[in-house]
């Protein structure tokens, strides 16, 4: 018999696996645990640092594969712009849950008493036979469909050991009487592991660190910080071993603090290397910068992007670009570097971080949440 190795690549803008996965091995542990246990976890973590990947990809099918009685359901909330679009964030979700689990007859008929009021539609690959389960509802009541499908959440939870990932729960703060509607069934889920994961993280103080709101204190807060550069030392040498390209800890640490530690991008330039560096390259910082060079020069989107937005904002994004991070945007120092009036600047971050286009990280503080685009506006 003849072993094949299979050579691995940089993987980005995709959800991955855990041989795909640089370091994180703690992680997986503690969330795993927290699973096991029911317990109620805050994760918060900038964009694109692959919290979805860990908490739902990874330690959510490690969970669902200890019995069948273990139960994964996912919703993701980026961009709910409204009421009908949270319902159909949830409908994907147990319908993806009710289509993992259709062999199992005992399961699927115990789920559709679970979702009275709701119509289930089945039907089948026409090429591989695989079924699928779709949900809707027969009269236009957002309201009442959302609780709904939220009741059908807690009758699961108490038959089966569920794990609930709400991927970027903050969204639904935007939405009016969204976030009290889920309090109440939050608190109910007594014996089910919740997940909320977020990246906006003024919007998630405000959900769950101000008295005030109605998820006050609702969980235990978790970091996911970043990955020692001495962990991505081997995971770039062994996927950049098929061209013998050689790379040493003070490239990597100097790449790493460019792209601010955000595994996607630092994996998006890892592939860049690997497709346009020669054979038998030894890089160097001045090699790494080049190609980082290049890889900016691809990005034909950055310039419309920036059309969006006013010559205020492009300021702002400038001078948060070229300091990296920024623990106050109202210090004399930054806005000093932007020419605008304190009251501007306050109303500038606000709405960048609102759209997404910045993000405040821990302990570090302000930055473009792009870092690729942060390195194209400092240029």
């Known amino acids: 018999m003849v072993f094949v190795r299979v050579q691995k690549g940089f993987k980005y803008d995709v959800l991955i696996g855990e041989e795909d996965l640089c370091d994180r091995q703690n992680e997986i542990r503690e969330l795993l645990s927290r699973a096991r246990q ?16 860990l908490v739902k990809n990874i330690v959510g099918k490690q969970f669902a594969r200890l019995s069948r009685k273990h139960l994964l359901l996912g919703f993701d909330f980026m961009d709910a712009g409204g009421m009908e679009s949270i319902i159909r964030r949830i409908q994907y979700g147990l319908s993806h849950a009710l289509s993992r689990q259709m062999p199992v007859k005992t399961f699927f008929r115990e789920i559709v008493s679970h979702l009275r009021g709701v119509k289930i539609s089945v039907e089948s690959d026409p090429v591989t036979g695989t079924p699928s389960a779709s949900l809707s509802f027969e009269k236009a009541d957002p309201e009442k469909n959302l609780l709904t499908l939220l009741d059908a959440v807690g009758k699961l939870a108490e038959n089966y050991r569920l794990m609930l990932v709400l991927d970027e729960f903050q969204d639904i703060a935007l939405v009016p009487e969204a976030e009290a509607l889920f309090r109440a069934h939050l608190q109910e889920l007594e014996k089910a592991s919740v997940f909320i994961l977020g990246s906006k993280r003024h919007l998630l103080n405000e959900m769950f660190l101000s ?6 204190q609702y969980g235990d807060e978790m970091h996911l910080g970043p990955i020692n550069p001495a962990e991505w030392l081997p995971y770039f040498r062994e996927r950049m071993n098929v061209k013998r390209i050689d790379i040493a800890l003070e490239e990597i640490k100097w790449l790493t603090g460019q792209l601010c530690d955000v595994p996607n991008s630092i994996c998006e330039l890892g592939a860049w290397i690997v497709e346009n560096t020669p054979e038998k390259t030894k890089l160097t910082v001045s090699g790494v910068k080049e190609k980082l060079d290049q890889l900016v020069e691809t990005k034909q989107t950055f310039p419309y992007f920036l059309q969006g937005c006013t010559e205020n904002d492009k300021k702002a994004l400038k001078a948060l670009a ?6 106050s945007p109202h210090a004399d120092s930054f806005l000093k570097k932007t020419g605008l009036p304190k009251s501007t600047v306050g109303k500038i971050i606000k709405k960048l971080l609102n759209r997404g286009m910045i993000e405040e990280e821990w302990k570090k503080g302000y930055r473009i949440s792009d870092p690729l685009l942060g390195f194209y506006l400092n240029r």
């Open 211 to 216: 008295a005030n709101s109605p998820l006050y």
């Open 38 to 53: 029911g317990r109620r976890t805050v994760l918060f973590a900038p964009r694109r640092y692959g919290k979805t990947s």
């Open 322 to 327: 070229n300091e990296k991070y920024v623990l």
